[in-house]
């Protein structure tokens, strides 16, 4: 479909640019938008989109084959346009609203154990076991780790200061376990930082390239180790796996993740904290009956409830 005869110029101040500047969303996610408005192509003349044509607007997209998270991620941009565009004036209410759009399926997630993290660290080039590592044991996107400089490090204080890529809470500082604190200390001599002070490099020295890493380095190993589907975003998932089952506080690990609102951490993360509930109790158990023993509380039982034999922990 292409642009209608009708169509005028962009005129200053366009809506689409004006979204974007106040916003203020992460750069990765600036480089999409021209990829999202390739999508939906213009058919009708500026100012006068409606209703139907937006109601049919994701079908074609959907019909080219593009996935049902392309679809909406593309539906949102122009969304925001609009809506910006309604707060100008320049239109009486958003044609999207209400648009169906496909259905998204929630992305599944890859737990690691921290044996297997291993093996993935053991399977890639030496140059990026580090990374791997310091995703798999701070929870960092790989999009912070590769912005991640020798100044950001204290490794005599053993934190990192992650600069975050989606809001103030995201801009947070991570204390790391001694031994990654070693092995970050290794890396940087084996594989010192490039002239912009980055601890994690390509392959020859230069800012890490996601897409180059992803195809060439993180597909070989993950092949060679824990097998697909794996990827580097799964990392940051099973350092939160790594936590819960030690049984630490969802606050410590919604401020290590840099979450908003510990209800993200919860909603999303929450199916994994059932499982410590049985020991939760039986930690009670243990406390609960040495005091009672030793307070003598317990003579408080009545005979018959002494002739009960006590059921062994689980």
Partial sequence: MGP????????PGDPAAATTARTGPRPTAVKGYPADKQHPRPTTPAGTPNKPITQQAPSPLTAKGLAPQTVAKAAQTVGRILDRAVEDGRLPRSPMRGVPLPRVRPEERRFLSAAEVAG?????????????????????????????????????????ALPGTKSRAAR???????????????????????????????????????TNFRRRQWK?????????????????HSHVALLIAQG???????????????KTTLDTYGHLFSGLDEAAADRLEEAGRAALAASRV?????????????LPPR
């Avoid at 010192?192 to 390239?209: I, N, Q, Y």
């Avoid at 919604?254 to 979450?259: A, E, P, S």
């Fill in 4 to 11: 209608h005869p009708q169509l005028t110029p962009r005129p």
């Fill in 120 to 160: 993935l660290a053991g399977a890639i080039e030496p140059r990026f076991r580090a990374l791997v590592l310091f995703m798999a044991y701070t929870g960092a996107r790989i999009g912070e780790a590769a912005r991640v400089k020798v100044a950001d490090l204290n490794l005599l204080r053993r934190t990192v």
């Fill in 172 to 210: 947070r500082t991570v204390s790391l376990p001694p031994f990654l604190c070693d092995g970050l200390a290794a890396h940087l001599t084996a594989f010192p930082a490039d002239e912009g002070g980055l601890v994690f490099t390509g392959s020859e020295g230069r800012p890490l390239h996601l």
């Fill in 220 to 236: 070989r190993a993950v092949a060679a180790s824990v097998g697909e589907p794996m990827r580097p975003h799964d990392l940051r």
């Fill in 248 to 262: 630490e506080h969802p606050k410590v690990i919604q401020q290590r993740l840099g979450h908003t609102s510990i």
């Fill in 298 to 310: 317990d003579t408080l039982w009545t005979p018959a409830a002494r002739n009960v034999v006590p």
